[in-house]
């Protein structure tokens, strides 16, 4: 996958606007942008890069990871 200076540029800005949010605040609130449109980013394109970044986390981020597309799907 290649992830562009305008991929980062986002994932960037939403590390700044969850900073100080609680897990389950962050989840739902990237849900909430994906599901809207808001994020910018296809539904699509949030899953190709969630298959990427998958194989470097840990088991408790997975699960958090897995929260997230339950809540995107």
């Known amino acids: 996958?290649?992830?562009?200076?305008?991929?980062?540029?986002?994932?960037?800005e939403m590390?700044?606007?969850m900073?100080?949010?609680?897990?389950?605040?962050?989840?739902?609130?990237l849900a909430a942008l994906v599901n809207s449109g808001e994020l910018g980013m296809s539904k699509e394109r949030v899953f190709e890069m969630i298959r990427t970044i998958e194989p470097m986390l840990n088991s408790s981020q997975?699960?958090?990871?897995?929260?997230?597309?339950?809540?995107?799907?």
Not at 2 to 8: K, R
Not at 62 to 73: E, P, Y
């Open 15 to 17: 590390a700044r606007i």
């Open 62 to 73: 997975k699960r958090t990871l897995a929260k997230l597309l339950k809540m995107i799907r």
């Open 1 to 12: 996958m290649n992830i562009s200076g305008q991929d980062l540029e986002k994932m960037e």
């Open 19 to 29: 900073r100080g949010k609680s897990e389950d605040e962050v989840v739902e609130t």
